[in-house]
């Protein structure tokens, strides 16, 4: 099992923009010495739900302060990015970081964004494909030509080329089950963070991507199988609360970036008036039961257990950074979670890993 953190890069009341960046970067220093083996970074635009605009481009400070940690993005917004230059920027990452990058890509919602760019939100399927389409080529080829509706190239070399052989991973964001199933089919890595999801529901998804992997020819064993969740590890009934209203607090903003249903895609009004009127409802106890994995350093070890035995996943991906969780108690959790989650996991896998003694 693999532990990574995830981070929005919010400004809350009471912070700069400056400040969120450098502290993002000081805790995912800290990350890196406590053990965590990946660091994800957010893709946002024009406002303080998450100001990060260039995730790669702060992997490459990233890159610079740790020794071990793999940089990941979750997710890049493919649509609003020229395919070569992104995958210029991506080799630089891989080569600075000595090749520890993972790319997460999405499509993107946020219709605030697409406007920004002066790129219809209607459009976001086909860039996306068409974008991921040429990212691969280009990281992976020296020399490639390829004609879409909205990018056209001959002979097209990318550099520097990157230092993973073939480039990066990609893993894409995936949340329908015709998605967990079309992706399983040709063997194309996913990332997901199902928030409020019940468990059957994502079982039913994880059990598509398998089956779908199996029938076509592909082992999953070999892959990363990630899982995102906001999470706050400790013990006191006045922090376990505190983590949860946070968290409330985030997807309750989340409801006021989601396309509205004079902006989204036809085919998407209606999941996205259910997303927003189930936030709208959204209670303090609803979140902590089923917004995250927050209590006891046992409690979520039990949670991840449970994930792993029924999901299949051995990425946990933790989002200790909770947007308006004060910052010491968030980065008390990481310490928490450093110190009594991930040493049980390791005990674990060492313990199956030594060679059993024979009774004689």
Known sequence: MKFGIM???????????????????????????????????AEHHFSKYGILGSPVHFGMAVAERTS???????????P????????????????????RVSIGVGRGYQPSEFAGFGIPLEESKERYQETLDILRLALSQENFSYHGRYFNYDNI???????????????????????????????????????????GIMQKNFDLYRQSMAENGFDIAGYD???MQQVWVGDG????????HAAMNYYKSVGKVIPGSEE????????????????????????L??????????????TIEMLREQLGINHYIGWLRIPTLDRKAALKSMEEFADKVIPYFRAQEKAQSEPQAVAG
């Open 237 to 244: 009934e006045d922090g376990l609360r505190d983590a949860a």
């Open 264 to 287: 989204a895609i036809e085919k998407e009004r209606a999941y996205y008036a259910a997303v927003a009127k189930n936030i709208e409802l959204l209670t303090l106890e609803q979140t």
């Open 68 to 78: 071990r940690i793999t940089i990941g993005t979750a997710v890049l917004v493919l």
């Open 225 to 227: 199988v990630p899982f």
């Open 289 to 302: 039961t089923h917004g995250g994995n927050f209590g006891s350093a046992q409690r979520v070890i039990e």
């Open 80 to 99: 609003l990015h020229d395919p070569l230059r992104l995958a210029e920027d991506i080799a630089a990452l891989d080569v600075l970081s000595g090749g």
């Open 7 to 41: 981070n929005l890069f919010p400004v809350s009341e009471g912070t700069s923009d400056h400040q969120v960046l450098r502290d993002t970067l000081d805790e995912i220093e800290m990350a890196d010495e406590l053990g965590f083996d990946s660091v994800w970074l």
């Open 157 to 199: 070399t990318t550099y520097p080329r990157p230092f993973t052989p073939g480039g990066p991973p990609i893993l894409q964001g995936t949340v329908s089950p015709d998605s967990f199933r079309e992706r399983g089919a040709v063997g194309e890595s996913i990332i997901t963070s199902p928030n409020f999801t019940p468990l």
